[in-house]
T-cell receptor, first 113, second 114 residues
């Protein structure tokens, strides 16, 4: 299995809602990542987990809360988002080796009303 | 990580070789050159990476100049399915985990024409 899966594919939420994005991989990768991609822009790194511990937070607002419950799962909890947070949220995983490549999921398209 | 410069868009005829350039004049000795692509509405896909030697895999070839200040990704026989945004990324490689950041530039939109 060489796939990163993300659910849901699409999500529409109001500014007072709480929702979660889910990412899963079964490649034995010990590094997992969240990226945000606005329309017609490149992906921007948000968080990096290494061995289930948060190793990088790119100054992301606290309304985004990542969680890595085990080595195969990565969640992104969303609360009190703003319309400008509407974007494609991409999850990726990689071996925790120096030159490893990252495998990306298809993303969750989030719309905040 | 060093900054990269790529043309915003390129066209290529189907069946011909696509040569995508990337400038990275401030690259340092321990920085690798990575290429990813993103087909519309999909997640990015790894293509190839290299340090100083030319590299080839089943998808593409990577030619890095001797001074390492620029590189070219070559898709030998472009197909319509190769239409995508191609990102050239220069990344320092040491250790693992926390250092494995990918910083995407604006990339090149390659349009393969029938």
């Amino acid at each position: 299995d060489t796939e990163v899966t993300q659910t849901p594919k699409h999500l529409v939420m109001g500014m007072t809602n709480k929702k979660s994005l889910k990412c899963e991989q079964h490649m034995g990768h010990r590094a997992m990542y969240w990226y945000k991609q606005k329309a017609k822009k490149p992906p921007e790194l948000m968080f990096v987990y290494s061995y289930e511990k948060l190793s990088i937070n790119e100054s992301v607002p606290s309304r985004f809360s990542p969680e890595c419950p085990n080595s195969s799962l990565l969640n992104l909890h969303l609360h009190a988002l703003q319309p400008e947070d509407s974007a494609l949220y991409l999850c990726a995983s990689s071996q925790d080796l120096p030159t490893n490549e990252q495998f990306f999921g298809p993303g969750t398209r989030l719309t905040v009303l | 990580d060093a900054k990269t410069t790529q043309p915003p868009s390129m066209d290529c005829a189907e069946g011909r070789a696509a040569n995508l350039p990337c400038n990275h004049s401030t690259i340092s000795g321990n920085e690798y050159v990575y290429w990813y692509r993103q087909i519309h509405s999909q997640g990015p896909q790894y293509i190839i990476h290299g340090l100083k030697n030319n590299e080839t895999n089943e998808m593409a070839s990577l030619i890095i100049t001797e001074d390492r200040k620029s590189s070219t990704l070559i898709l030998p026989h472009a197909t319509l399915r190769d239409t995508a945004v191609y990102y050239c990324i220069v990344r320092e490689v040491w250790g693992g985990g926390a250092t494995n950041k990918l910083i995407f530039g604006t990339g090149t939109l390659l349009a393969v024409q029938p």
